[in-house]
């Protein structure tokens, strides 16, 4: 494969436009070490009923490239730069909160990391889920009602209609994540973030929490943004992934290919530490060596070139632009060509 550029960065708005579209989006915050750049030139789309997966280590900047498609970036500290984020070609950045409030839950609905923080524990579920309802779809108290214990049942709850009055606390972690999920499709959106929505349940949770997700997003055709920092996860729900590191998108590709042949050495650090995924012959690294670096110190050149085994001097020097290698593929990698990078299965 030749690099050409990426026409994702490249090319402008297409005829139809894609349900979400991100394209040079830059997010800074201001820190004791000055204004800091945390989410540098993020550009990706969503189709409408795809899932993606984005993925990469604590502080890559995940959680706040969701924050910004809500339009949920404190401010201040932080900022959008620069950039644009648009839903079916409606520019979200600079719109008014009460417009955004609009879109929030109605069209873009998110379950966040912290799922302890977004239920209120003096409220019974089932008001929680019909404020939702009631607020975006302008049903009665009743209908909302109605709605509400539907979509506790939809994600599994049993006996929902006795369930719908209890408080949060009167639940399992599983049991309120499921809460959270119902929350999140009661007004069927057309995107749901799920920010590592399953990173504090335990393994059998998890699986069934997943498996959830998956199939509400069939059921009611809604795209799915799914952020871990779980290789393993990505290959169970989504179809294409994004792996990002230190702010920047670093590897775009269709999930089978991303594990049959990574195009960035990080990718590849990330499936070599999955023991689950590679054969024994084939691991060279059982993780990436260090860790990833501040934000306020990114270093010059590829940010991941300190930790990379194959960084030549060229990698440390000016910045490294993505290149498309195919028109699902795209990698920040200047030895993209020269390298021969290696992939495993999914268990
Ligand atoms: N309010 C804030 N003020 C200053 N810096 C922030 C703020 N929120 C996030 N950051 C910084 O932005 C960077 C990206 O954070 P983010 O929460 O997006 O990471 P993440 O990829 O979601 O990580 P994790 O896997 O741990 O959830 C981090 O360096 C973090 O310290
Ligand atoms: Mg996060």
């Not at 929030?104 to 929680?128: H, K, Y």
């Not at 393993?232 to 999930?255: F, N, P, S, T």
């Not at 650090?269 to 690294?285: C, E, F, H, N, W």
Request: aromatic share 4%; with cysteine.
């Amino acid at each position: 494969m030749s690099p050409v550029p990426d026409p994702e960065v490249e090319s402008g708005p297409r005829n139809t436009p894609a349900l979400l579209e991100v394209d040079g989006l830059q997010v800074d915050f201001a820190t004791e070490h000055g204004w800091v750049n945390i989410i540098d030139s993020v550009s990706f789309s969503l189709e409408r009923g795809s899932t993606l997966g984005l993925v990469g280590e604590s502080g890559s900047g995940k959680s706040v490239t969701s924050l910004a498609i809500m339009g949920l970036i404190p401010t201040p500290p932080g900022r959008i730069r620069s950039g644009s984020i648009r839903l079916e070609g409606q520019e979200l950045v600079g719109r008014s909160e009460r417009s955004l409030q609009d879109v929030r839950g109605r069209d873009i609905a998110m379950i966040f990391q912290e799922p302890a923080t977004s239920l209120n524990p003096a409220f019974q579920v089932g008001d929680q889920v019909a404020e939702m309802v009631r607020r975006h779809l302008g049903l009665s108290r009743k209908q909302a009602w109605a709605r509400a214990v539907e979509a506790l049942g939809a994600v599994g709850i049993p006996d929902p209609k006795r369930r719908a009055h209890a408080y949060p606390h009167e639940f399992s972690g599983g049991m309120r994540q499921r809460v959270m999920i119902a929350m999140a499709i009661s007004c069927e959106p057309k995107l749901l973030i799920a920010d590592e929505p399953t990173t504090a349940l335990d393994v059998t949770i998890q699986a069934q929490v997943l498996a959830l997700l998956h199939g509400l997003r069939e059921e009611l055709d809604m795209a799915l943004l799914l952020i871990t920092h779980d290789l393993g996860v990505v290959a169970q729900v989504c179809d294409k992934a994004l792996v990002m590191y230190a702010g920047q998108i670093v590897e775009r590709a269709d999930v089978d290919e991303l594990y049959r042949h990574p195009y960035h050495p990080y990718s590849e650090g990330l499936l070599v530490s999955m023991p689950q995924v590679m054969p024994r012959s084939k691991r060279r690294l059982a993780s990436i060596p260090g860790s990833p670096p501040m934000p306020w110190a990114f270093p010059s050149g590829c940010r991941f070139h300190p930790r990379c085994p194959y960084a030549d001097e060229r990698c440390q020097a000016g910045a490294v632009a993505t290149v498309a290698l195919s028109p699902t593929r795209a990698s920040r990698c200047l030895r993209v060509a020269e390298l021969d990078l290696s992939g495993g299965r999914p268990s």
